[in-house]
């Protein structure tokens, strides 16, 4: 990943020597100064190209979104569904943890403890006060963003491997606490009964309900991380990325900024991990804080290609997809880990680009679809 700004650019050699205060260009010049004025300014010609980007992209982002929603409610596939369902769930996750690795090359493997106490806090509104879901999820977003955003103040002090040991730290302290703390179900966790379902028109009808918001949610995901990498904000960011210090240098507040990526990349998990855990009828610490997850949206971040937007979507869908085939599969099921494993450091060391890369270095205009 490369950040490449032009500061102050001034172009020479569209000025006349008069302009120089040099004289006059002699008749060889003036010919080559009218031979090179008929050359394209590839920095002209790229304009038109961004501006259709901006235009284009989050158009393609809202229809993949609808047909991702309508495909299997038309067939009322509900094996479709479910696997539509997860694919959802893990872009939501690959595409705001690349707003920490993608962006601000900020490794994080915490990343999942957004998930689970999004989990929590949402199912326990919806269980003993009788929130409705929708209302509950977005609370739980914006509590686990604040709590991100005071957490991350203080973690994002550290960098490289010491940071990456942090996050660790705190999903497992978090699970600890969350095991022992009694009104969330200590160890055994909090169960939904039938009765949580009948404001969306009980089970069945709330299985699509619930599909359809976290479809919602990968698109709100997918569009946020396209504002941020087209912003000033973004910019930000991709310079701490590239050299933190000579980007404080230059005038990017870096505290600031990186826990502002830190908070706005734990709000959609969270509302995730609520309709999630609402949908599944059950949350437990281990499988609401599993580190595994972590582990596997960073693989499909380098999958797709970290740094852009789509690439945690092709890397989310395919890997899931692999993964729904290994799970299934007789022989290699108990190797789905390491498969995945063998997956990212092939794609570091043949792909470093992922998918998204490459595709770009071999169809270079494909950057106005592929951001």
């Not at 569904?81 to 690795?101: G, K, Q």
């Not at 009104?183 to 055994?188: E, F, I, K, L, N």
């Amino acid at each position: 990943m490369t950040v490449s700004t032009e500061i102050g650019r001034t172009d020479l050699g569209e000025m006349s020597l008069d302009e120089k205060g040099l004289g006059e260009k002699s008749s060889g010049e003036k010919n080559s100064g009218e031979k090179n004025s008929g050359e394209k300014n590839p920095g002209r010609q790229r304009a038109p190209d961004i501006a259709a980007s901006r235009r284009v992209f989050p158009t393609l982002i809202f229809l993949f979104g609808v047909l991702f929603a309508v495909v299997p409610y038309w067939g009322d596939d509900v094996g479709l569904r479910e696997s539509f369902l997860l694919a959802a769930v893990y872009i939501t996750l690959a595409s705001n943890l690349n707003v920490m690795i993608g962006y601000t090359g900020y490794i994080n493997f915490g990343n999942i403890v957004f998930f689970g106490l999004g989990g929590y806090i949402c199912v326990d509104l919806v269980t003993r006060w009788h929130w409705s879901v929708v209302v509950a999820g977005l609370m739980a977003g914006a509590a686990v963003s604040l709590l991100a955003l005071v957490f991350g103040s203080a973690i994002l002090r550290l960098r490289g491997a010491f940071f990456a040991l942090a996050t660790i730290g705190v999903n497992e302290a978090v699970r600890q606490f969350v095991a022992n703390f009694e009104p969330w179900g200590g160890a055994t966790g909090i169960y939904l009964s039938f009765d949580a379902y009948e404001p969306l028109g009980g089970p069945m009808a709330a299985l699509w309900t619930v599909y359809f918001l976290l479809v919602g949610v990968m698109v709100l995901s997918l569009l946020l991380s396209y504002a941020i990498k087209t912003s000033k904000f973004g910019l930000g960011l991709l310079a701490i990325g590239q050299n933190e210090d000579a980007a404080g240098v230059l005038g990017v507040r870096t505290p600031r900024h990186k826990a502002l990526a830190y908070s706005v990349s734990a709000f959609f998990p969270a509302v995730a991990g609520g309709l999630f855990f609402f949908k599944s009828g059950i949350i437990e610490p281990n499988g609401a804080f599993d580190l595994t997850l972590s582990i596997e949206a960073i693989v499909m971040i380098m999958l797709g290609g970290y740094g852009t937007v789509t690439g945690p979507l092709l890397g989310a869908f395919l890997y899931e997809e692999l993964r729904g085939y290994l799970l299934t599969s007789p022989t290699v099921s108990q190797l789905q880990l390491v498969i995945a494993g063998a997956l990212l450091l092939a794609m570091v060391l043949f792909a470093p680009g992922g998918l998204v890369g490459f595709i770009h270095q071999r169809w270079p205009r494909s950057r106005i679809l592929l951001q």
